[in-house]
Structures are given as structure tokens and as C-alpha cells.
């Protein structure tokens, strides 16, 4: 058992405090990537009280028995109920925080000062949210293109939308908000994309949500499946927040050269291994542009 298992704040039950800060995570088969989440987060240098609200939806004994191994609040749900919008509202209501930490299960805090530099920014009475930062892992194998930033994002709709919202893209990946804003503007039940929902409601001048440079690292490798997946469930989550991606964006963004020489490079030095790799920058545009205008229900 890690030395961050053990209870913080004297062994008192965090139930009974009223915490400074709730950090909410949904979980299903988090594994060892969450193991090192929740170590991470234990092991935060800070004077805040805090607490780790888990909502799992069907996790495998061995996720199940990660959790005993740390102080967390542990609520269960049926896998067939899980709401990406919903289930964190859920989590989020049923903790007691000033300030609400979203992270994914396998976004593992980049060192012991990341909950305070996530809550910093709200010392400014402006300011709603905070997007912290989300670097890639380099300790695993990853896929070619990333999974964050422009490599991986390169189609319009996605630079489009951090355009009109002052060169912000707001991720539930790593986030923290206020509670006062989110009793105002919850998630909702919503699909997918309901940190961008968030972010459409109360992000209007630009000074609404910040910058931290506090970070998680995170980091997929997609084979064909999940990338497939992955594209068509981002184009149907755009288009719940009202972004359309037209069919000239998609021919316009798969004949990007610039990737092309990327890929060519990543061949030439043997970084590019799978064929969902090799396939990305042609068919992320046809995949996107489908799951915007026809998928349904892709969203699990």
C-alpha cells in the first residue's frame, strides 16, 4: 500500500468535513493507470482538505480492490446508466467542495502541486473555470498522432471551435470549477461533449475560464476500432453543441499535405506501427463528418 493511502487530515472520516475541494472521477476497469491517478493525487502537497469522489459504473474486481487501497468515496452505478454529463452532475452533487476537480481515471497528475495550481487561477473572482494542462505520457507505447493537441485534432471543427472561444478548448480530461457556476450551469444529461457544452454556456468574453499550468498526463493508442469510434463519436458530440462540420471542411481538411509528410517521416523511422495509424490523417475528416451528420448512439 502506497504512503498516500493512508486517511489525510488527522484519520477523520471525510464525509463529515466540508472539504475545500472535490476531485470527481468516473471509473470502469481504471486498472493500473488509475492506481497511479489516485497515488498522484494522494500525494498532493497541500493545505486544502480534499476529497475523491469515485463513480463507477460496472468496474472488474481487480478496479474494485484498487479503491480499497486508497480513502476514497466510492458510489456504484449500472453500466447502462452511465452519462457523460450526468454521471460527473452526480458525482459533483454528492460532495461538498468550494472547487470542483474533473480528471479522467487515467489522467494522472503531473507532480505533488497540481491541486493547488488547478484552484489557483480562482483567487481571481472573474473567473469561472480553469482548464489545466494535459501532456502526453511517455513512459507507454502511444498512438502516432497523439490523442490531444493539434496533431490529433487537425480538422477545422476543432480549430473552429477553439477560435471563436478565445484559443480554448475545455476538457472534463482535467478542469476545475466552481461550485456556485456548476449548481448554475450544470453538465446536464448529455451524451458526449459536455465539458464543450459547459464551456458554450458561461464562456462568453474570454476571461470566464484560464489557463492552469497545472497538468495530468494522459495518453491513448487507438487501433483501428477505437479510432473509428473515437472520430465518430467526437463528429455526434460536435454536433449536439450546434458545430457543424460540412462536407467541403472534411475534403479540404483530408488533403492536408502537412500531414502526409508527417506520416511519411513517421514510416521512414519506423515510429508508425499500426494501420490505424497510417490511415488517420485520410479518413479522421470521412469519420468525423459521418458521426456530425448521420451516428447515433455510438456513445457508450
Known sequence: MPPAAKLPYGGVSLGELLMDVSIIIPTLNGGELLRRTLAAIYGQQTDKKYEVMIIDSGS???TLAIFQEFPVRLHQIPKH??????????GASMTTGEFLIFINQDAEPGNDQWLEGMIA????????????GIRE??????????SCGERFYFTSESKNWIKRYH??????VNCAIRRSVWEKYPFGHIDISEDKAFQRRIHHQGHEIVYSEAFVYH???????????????????????????TLGQAIRDTFILKNYKILWQGIREGKVKQFSEIIYPFMR???????NHFNRGLVK
Open 60 to 62: 472488474r474486481p481487480d
Open 81 to 90: 446508466t452511465f452519462n457523460h454529463g450526468a454521471t460527473r452532475d452526480l
Open 121 to 132: 487561477p480562482f483567487r481571481d473572482p472573474q473567473v469561472l473555470a480553469v482548464q489545466g
Open 137 to 146: 505520457r511517455e513512459d507507454m507505447e502511444r498512438f502516432f498522432w497523439d
Open 167 to 172: 484559443n480554448m478548448g475545455f476538457s472534463t
Open 219 to 245: 495518453t491513448h493508442n487507438y487501433n483501428f476500432r477505437q479510432i473509428w469510434r473515437r472520430c465518430q463519436d467526437e463528429g455526434y458530440g460536435w454536433r449536439l453543441v450546434g458545430e457543424n462540420y
Open 285 to 291: 475528416p470521412t469519420w468525423v463528418y459521418i458521426g
